[in-house]
């Protein structure tokens, strides 16, 4: 219960943090802390220092930038729930940020933590790479972006080098299209067994286009490519998009607990991949 | 240690700390405030719930530095000052909604938070709302209903504060 | 007609939904919870814990950790061997019972992964658990006995010094006692045209789970050591500090303040409150130990666990001859304070509100490299409950009636009363009719029945079930007697004491001790109504042996039927005893009073005088009768003469989804028979409680241990409790037929939801599914278990042994 000492520094700028970040082999980067604290309060990870990021203003917050959002790295799960520019454009980050954890948890945990954190059943990385967002790094030799689907590299692991830090994640808009985040758990304050993040463009009960992807249903989150594809031009019915839902397991590697051996994900993410795309399609 | 200063149950409140010290172990041990408590060490139970700048959080998973600088409420100043109960405190009363008692000062704050943000819930928002707190005697039955009757005395009192 | 008749009554408290007393401080958050209490100079204790089921100790560093910063001391069991006493199993089910020796600290040897082997104590909290982390421990590991139906084959032994896994066997027979016909006849009878139901069910592994993480401080510096523990037991611990470590039982007081639920849990001597009272007087400074919630699920004992084989014989129309029984029941590594007296509660249970001729219990406690299992919420009665429930369906299936028709065939009627059933026991009084009618106009059962066919016509992806229980139990443990017969540690009665303060305040001491129940609001119910006081002018004093020095607790829902009856007999002695003194003041005669309404009454004038009048004048004792001393405080121990058996119907709608596997709760209704009730506010909440932690039972919870013997659902990660979004609201009811076991005609009602809810949720799964080839699921009900059942897989597949690594790996991330 009580963390293993550590060295703690609050950046009050990105380049300060950087600079932390490079005078230890074993420092780590705290933003809302609500994935890290309970690793460090069980003992399970003791790092030398705690680069505090939190208190960096700039990196907070949602604006548009042309065709896109772009969302900083510290802006709560809660923030992007009701912020309306995310629920205008990115529906599914908003829907998939209301599943997070609980309220509480809601109200520090951040969006760019809960990417970089890499856990496969984190309800956000799937909701980011159905919507093709792009993670943007600042490291010593100035910023990089990286896309969505070469960020989450595996278990617990991204493409954020030991001394860099995520800052931003751009969004391409996808305005007007429907979005549902479908999440199966025994209880509620549970990480998502199965979870699908589905986002759709439909018009006239046919669904011109959708995006698909899947929480801990392998060692990233993981794109329904398969699916995505033979959904395009389907209709919003049960009928109309089973066949499609039915490819989610495809080349899937799911995780095998107490909560459910591989082969039942594999079934569960065709169940919610169905009920996922038509409430996206508002079928 | 790392000095903090912060605003704790309306006291500026100052100390050097140790960077691990969580908030809800500063509050308890070097406050005094024993009246927030800790039921688990992963975060699941709430019982260590309090607000930090006017939102609900679990104090087990802050660290006293990263609440540098902010305003935190605790149960312990929930009552006015003369001990006038919060609504909130009225209804689990009123409505049996503990037991025990353990977990009820987190299921306090985050029923206070929920309501802040919401003022006439429904049953099925009430419970959502309340998934981050565990509970073992009541078996929520009475806790939601508290929340409910305390929306209810809220808005009448908000009401009886527009009619004066 | 007098002035003081013409006074209206007060109007009776007992009844009253009376707000709680205890909320107060609850909701202010000006509790006492044990780890809230500081002491001037007190050290902090951290333990380190055996990562091995089964290992012998072959070495223990501590050398490190006594030099790191602010550490008092280091010990390991071999320094505290003299001091550090026993902990012992106080109920013993048979004079040849095996069972291990439990040191709190191990000595050489570790038999469950979380067994404590060493301790650090340091100035904080956090420098102590810094330096258990030097603690440098070798072991050599053993085959661990993990599997409960091996551990009983003696394949691996738990304790190779015993010999066998086997602690005990235990045997109720209806005809050896002469209760009933041989079960073995009956079984012939049926197989021979009749209906034999052959299950096997599985109780799985619980954890109690209370919310207060247990916690506790010794210190040594006083005249008497004081102990404040988060405890259900402060008498019973007491006497066994006493009993086992050598300090003279008048030099230890054990408080129990504010506790935060127990559930059974908290019905246990503890290891840590042991190794806590050693070190405190090894070193002679406070000190205080406080578990994690992590330590608490690994060492806490858990609950349950248990394999049932059981034989049910009916005639082909469906009424039920008779039962036979055999338990496996996992002790896990060590035998507790109840142990295998837990199991074998159920002897009593498992036939249930029935009529039979026959019925044999046989039970065997197994001794395994896991967790020790004692009391948890119901203790014995759920397990049975369950078992004759499950079977009650499928009987009905088997005959092809409604499982509510079934059971009515077979239950006692209400005019039958009082009943000795097959197993022995007298049923006071109870009416399964009237419960049962009530629940079901509730219910709308026709309605849902119509709706359930509707349906399963229609193919609905989603199913509807209707799951039913009507249980009985034995509540009020216990007459001293039977629990003197069954070779039971201690008795069962319990204690009470009035105090009249001269101010006409009453202080009520009680050796009950309550965690979370409400005492304080019902005892307090029920002397102001004896005494005729106002309800607020009583104070319910508990939980300290310095001021209640004489209880025995806090558990299988006794404390109103047991030491309700203890206050209402000390506030009788009161008003007997004053009553000498009144007609002294009022120059009457002690024949011509009455008492009623607080007041002493001269029969047939106006005159007379309050209780709190006669306190005053007790107080100054400037004028009382010659031969009387000048005091009218009273005592009272009452043993109880029998159990009381509260009984009632739940009923529960599920649907099912048939694709996923996932179950909802749909409706919930019961209607409890707890004979009279003293404040229906708290025992509405503690139905709601009870019925949620039954149907945590059978949907959530489980303790898993992988095949090295780790706890898998070692946290709340992991260990599912339910949240207010996984479950809803109830609709609940009583009919009322009082005991007639005690004058307050109370029954018990603490464990009545949890042991009826279990069987009335599978029962509902099962009903919603059995259309599609199912007819039974192992809890929990997992929705992985059900779709699979649903695919033609059996009743569930075993868990996977794995927990998800969400706080693990993270040495490499960002």
């Given amino acids: 219960m009580i963390p293993a000492r550590f060295d703690y520094v609050a950046a009050a700028s990105v380049e300060e943090a950087l600079q932390a970040l490079s005078q230890s082999d074993d420092a780590k980067i705290i933003a809302g802390g609500q994935s890290l604290l309970p690793v460090l309060r069980l003992r399970l990870n003791a790092p030398e220092l705690l680069v505090d990021i939190g208190r960096i203003d700039s990196l907070r917050g949602v604006r548009e930038d042309g065709d896109a959002l772009v969302i900083g790295a510290l802006t709560t799960h809660s923030d992007i729930v009701t912020d309306d520019l995310v629920r205008r454009h990115a529906l599914l980050l908003s829907k998939a940020a209301a599943e997070v954890a609980d309220n509480q948890i809601r109200h520090r945990g951040t969006f760019g933590g809960s990417c970089a954190h890499a856990d496969p059943a984190g309800d956000m990385g799937s909701a980011a790479l159905a919507m093709d967002a792009e993670f943007v790094i600042a490291g010593a030799g100035g910023t990089r972006t990286v896309p969505a689907a070469d960020f989450f590299v595996d278990l617990f692991e991204t493409a954020l080098g030991e001394d860099e830090i995520l800052t931003e994640i751009r969004v391409p808009k996808k305005t007007g299209w429907g979005a549902h985040y479908e999440k199966f758990v025994r209880v509620a304050h549970q990480w998502p067994i199965v979870a699908v993040a589905a986002t759709v463009n439909a018009s006239g009960g046919t669904i011109n286009e959708a995006k698909v992807a899947l929480t801990n249903m392998g060692s990233t989150p993981l794109r329904a490519s398969a699916t995505e594809a033979a959904l395009s031009g389907a209709t919003a019915t049960e009928d109309g998009v089973r066949a499609a839902a039915d490819q989610a397991g495809e080349g899937t590697n799911p995780p095998s607990d107490l909560n459910g051996a591989a082969d039942y994900r594999r079934h569960l993410a065709t169940v919610l991949t169905r009920r996922a795309v038509l409430a996206a399609a508002g079928a | 240690m790392t000095r903090i200063n912060l605003r704790v149950d309306q ?3 100052s100390d050097d700390v140790e960077p691990r010290m969580l908030l809800v172990q500063y509050l308890r041990e070097k406050l005094g405030k024993t009246g927030t408590v800790i039921g688990c060490d992963t975060s699941n139970c709430g019982a260590c719930t309090v607000h930090l700048n006017g939102r609900s959080v679990k104090s087990c998973n802050v660290l006293a530095v990263q609440a540098d600088g ?15 109960l919060h609504p909130v405190q009225v209804a689990f009363r009123e409505c049996h909604g503990l037991q025990c008692g353990f977990c009820t000062p987190g299921m306090i704050m985050q029923a206070v938070d929920l309501l802040n943000e919401n003022p006439s819930p429904t049953e099925h928002e009430v419970r959502v709302g309340l998934e981050g707190n565990l509970c073992r005697c009541t078996g929520y039955h009475n806790i939601v209903k508290s929340v409910l009757y305390a929306a209810e005395l809220m808005q009448g009192a908000s009401k009886e504060g527009a009619n004066a | 007609m007098t002035a003081v008749q013409d006074a209206p ?71 505290l061997q003299d001091t550090m006493g026993v902990l012992v199993n106080a109920w013993p089910i048979t004079p040849e019972q095996q069972a291990p020796t439990h040191y709190p600290l191990a000595v050489d040897r570790v038999a469950f992964a979380g067994q404590p082997v060493a301790v650090v104590v340091a100035r904080s909290a956090a420098e102590a658990r810094d330096a258990a982390e030097l603690v440098d421990i070798e072991y050599d590991v053993l085959p661990a006995a993990l599997d409960l139906k091996e551990a009983a084959e003696d394949k691996v032994l738990a304790h190779p010094d015993l010999g066998t896994n086997k602690v005990a066997f235990w045997q109720l027979d209806s005809a050896g006692q002469g209760s009933g016909r041989a079960i073995d006849e009956v079984i012939a009878e049926a197989r021979d045209g009749g209906i034999v139901i052959e299950r096997e069910y599985r109780q799985q592994r619980l954890i109690p789970a209370f919310m207060e993480p247990r916690s506790v401080i010794v210190d040594p510096t006083g005249e008497q050591i004081t102990m404040w523990s988060a405890t259900q037991i402060p008498h019973i611990t007491r006497f066994l500090l006493a009993a086992t470590t050598g300090v003279p039982e008048s030099k230890i007081r054990v408080i129990a303040p504010d506790v935060g639920g127990g559930f059974g849990g908290k019905l246990q001597t503890t290891p840590e409150e042991w190794i806590t009272w050693a070190v405190a007087r090894w070193i002679g400074k406070p000190v205080k130990y406080t578990e994690t919630r992590s330590e608490s699920l690994v060492s806490a004992h858990h609950g349950r666990d248990q394999w049932q084989r059981l034989t049910l014989a009916a005639t082909k129309e469906g009424r039920v001859t008779g039962l036979k029984v055999d338990l496996l029941a996992d002790m896990g590594a060590y035998v507790g304070v109840v142990g295998g007296g837990v199991p074998v509660l159920g002897a009593w249970m498992f036939n249930a509100i029935y009529k039979w001729e026959a019925y044999q219990f046989n039970c065997t406690p197994v001794l395994t490299n896991k967790t020790w299992v004692d009391a948890y919420r119901g ?46 026991m007298t049923y006071d009084s109870g009416n399964y009719e009237a419960a049962t009618a009530k629940a079901k106009e509730m219910f709308g059962y026709d309605a849902l029945r119509a709706e359930q066919k509707e349906r399963r016509d229609r193919g609905d992806r989603v199913q509807l079930g ?109 008003i007997e005893k004053a009553k000498p003194l009144a007609a002294h003041l009022l120059e009457a005669n002690v024949e011509d009073l009455e008492f009623g309404n607080g007041r002493y009454s001269v029969r047939g004038t106006d005159q007379g005088m309050g209780i709190a009048e006669v306190a005053l004048a007790t107080f100054a004792a400037h004028n009382y009768p010659e031969g009387m001393e000048p005091g009218i405080d009273a005592e009272s121990t009452y043993d109880p003469i029998n159990f009381s058996f509260p ?153 996977v042994e794995a927990a998800e690594p969400h706080f693990e790996g993270q040495e490499d991330s960002r």
């Fill in chain 2, 11 to 13: 006291e500026n409140v």
């Fill in chain 2, 70 to 84: 902010a305003v935190i409420d605790t149960i312990e100043r929930l009552a006015d000052d003369d001990g006038t």
């Fill in chain 3, 9 to 79: 009554a007060a109007s009776p408290e007992i009844g009253r939904d009376r707000r709680r007393k205890e909320d107060q401080r609850l909701i202010t958050g000006r509790t006492r919870w044990t780890d809230n209490i500081s002491l001037p100079g007190m050290l902090h204790m951290a333990i380190v814990r055996s990562p091995h089921a089964h290992a012998r100790i072959t070495g223990i560093d501590l050398d490190a950790a006594d030099k790191a910063i602010n550490i008092y001391d280091v010990f390991d069991g071999k320094k």
């Fill in chain 3, 379 to 424: 203790a014995g009665r759920p397990e049975a409950t369950y078992a004759v429930e499950r079977l009650m369906d499928e009987l009905a299936v088997e005959v092809g009636m409604d499982p509510l028709e079934i059971r009515e065939m077979n239950w006692i009627k209400h005019e039958e009363f009082p009943f000795t059933t097959v197993a022995g």
């Fill in chain 3, 466 to 574: 209707i799951g039913i229980s009507t249980f009985t139990e034995m509540c009020g443990l216990a007459p001293s007697r039977v629990l003197g017969q069954l070779n039971y540690g201690a008795g069962g009665w319990e204690h009470a004491t009035v105090r009249m303060l001269p101010t006409g305040k009453v202080e009520v001491i009680t050796g009950a001790s309550a965690h979370g129940q409400g005492h304080e609001t019902a005892f307090s119910q029920i002397v102001a109504d004896r005494l005729g006081v106002p309800f607020e002018d009583v104070e319910i004093l508990h939980g300290d042996t310095q001021v209640s020095h004489k209880g025995l607790d806090t558990y299988g829902s006794r404390s109103l039927v047991v030491g309700g009856e203890a206050l209402v007999l000390a506030a009788d002695k009161v």
């Fill in chain 3, 647 to 799: 009984h009632g119907t739940h009923l529960c709608a599920a649907e099912v989804d048939t694709e996923t596997g996932q179950i909802t709760l749909r409706k919930y209704v019961c209607c409890d028979d707890i004979g009279n009730i003293i404040n229906p506010l708290i025992v509405s909440g503690q139905v709601h409680g009870g019925i949620v932690q039954g149907i945590a039972q059978a949907l959530w919870e489980e303790a898993v241990y992988d095949d090295s013997g780790t706890l898998v659902s070692g946290s709340f990660v992991d260990y599912l409790l339910p949240t207010a979004a996984d479950t809803i609201s109830f609709e609940i009811d009583h009919t009322t037929s009082p005991s007639t076991t005690n004058t307050l005609g109370t029954k018990g009602v603490g464990e009545a939801g949890t042991i009826a809810a279990t069987p009335a949720v599978v029962n509902a799964v099962v009903d919603a599914i059995r259309h599609l080839g199912v007819n039974d699921i192992v809890m929990p009900m997992t929705p992985e278990r059900v779709w699979t059942a649903l695919q033609g897989g059996g009743r569930g597949t075993a868990t």
